[in-house]
Each structure stands twice: as structure tokens, then as C-alpha cells.
């Protein structure tokens, strides 16, 4: 998993059915990693500094559906705390 | 998943049987500004997206989930046809 800052979103009229209703985030992966578009499972907004999976395992947050996603928000970020810093 | 722009089409005739109907599309990526990144991506198109289109590219296995592919040999799938990209900086 990744963390990751909201910088935006994406919006798709056509698309596949089972991202109907699904939010599309742009996040950028921290520190300073490539642009993905998540789709968010937790009501993340922007600005916010989130944690995403990449992978398979993103579609697992919306299980039982089987969503076509290789990455998902799956938390908002309260404290970061690292040693050294 | 990534924001790509599909630059052309890729035709074969020769392959997977459970690829048949499916339309292979060559996909550049791009940043959230629109402009080009580098390599490119050939994905199976689930949402009949054109030429010159913004899309949504969902890469790896997961791309087997996206409508019609499921069992299929694909690793990307475009998903999604982009009508408008915001960022919170514009």
C-alpha cells in the first residue's frame, strides 16, 4: 500500500457498469510518485493524505462485487509518524 | 489505473481465441494536464472509446474483471471514457 495526496478527480459518463456511483480520485503518490486515479472507498476529499492498495487487491475493498480497479482509497490518514523525523 | 489517450488501433488475426471481437486499441498515457507520458499501453477496449479519446486504463489483473474480459488473457483494460479532468490546483 501507498500513501498518496488527493489532488483531484476524474469524471466518465461512459463507462464500465460496475464503476457506476464509484468516485474517481486522482492521487499522487507520496513523496513524489506518478498520478494514478483511484477510486474511493472511504469518502476521501481533497487535499486529504490518503492510503491506497494497488493491485488486485484494490477491487477486494468492494467485495462481493468484482470491480475492475488496481487501485483503491482504503484510508484517510490522521498522524504519520516515522522514526527521524 | 491510469489516464491514457488512445493513439491507434492494433489488429490481429492470428491469436487468442477468447480475444476474438475484442478491439485492441494503443494507448499513450498521459498526465492529469493532458500532456504525454512516457511508453504506451495496448488495452482491449469494454466502453467503445475513439480515436484522439481520454480514457481510464485499469492495468493487471484486475483488468479481468472489467466487463467481457473475465478469463480472458488481458492485463489492461480501458474502462472508462474521460469527460472532464479537475484538479484542485487549477
Redesign the interface.
Known amino acids: 500500500m501507498f500513501l498518496g495526496k488527493v489532488i483531484g478527480n476524474v469524471v466518465c459518463s461512459v463507462k464500465d457498469e460496475a464503476l457506476t456511483g464509484k468516485k474517481l480520485m486522482l492521487v499522487d503518490r507520496l513523496p513524489n510518485g506518478p498520478t494514478v486515479v483511484a477510486i474511493d472507498a472511504v469518502g476521501a476529499g481533497a487535499g486529504e493524505t490518503v492510503y491506497f492498495c494497488r493491485g488486485k487487491e484494490a477491487s477486494f475493498a468492494f467485495l462481493p462485487d468484482e470491480i475492475p480497479t488496481e487501485a483503491t482509497i482504503v484510508a484517510i490518514v490522521d498522524t504519520i509518524y516515522a522514526e527521524g523525523e | ?3 491514457a489517450r488512445i493513439i491507434g488501433t492494433v489488429v490481429a488475426t492470428r491469436k487468442d481465441p477468447r480475444l476474438e471481437g475484442k478491439k485492441l486499441l494503443v494507448c499513450q498515457p498521459i ?2 494536464k493532458g500532456e504525454d507520458e512516457k511508453g504506451y499501453v495496448i488495452a482491449v477496449d ?4 475513439g480515436f484522439r479519446e481520454r480514457v ?1 486504463v ?6 479481468r ?3 467481457g ?1 473475465k478469463d480472458t488473457p488481458v492485463d489492461a ?1 480501458i ?12
Open positions: 489505473m491510469i489516464l498526465n492529469p469494454t466502453v467503445h472509446a481510464l485499469v492495468a493487471g489483473s484486475s483488468a474483471m472489467a466487463s474480459c483494460a474502462v472508462g471514457i474521460v469527460d472532464q479532468i479537475s484538479r484542485d490546483s487549477d
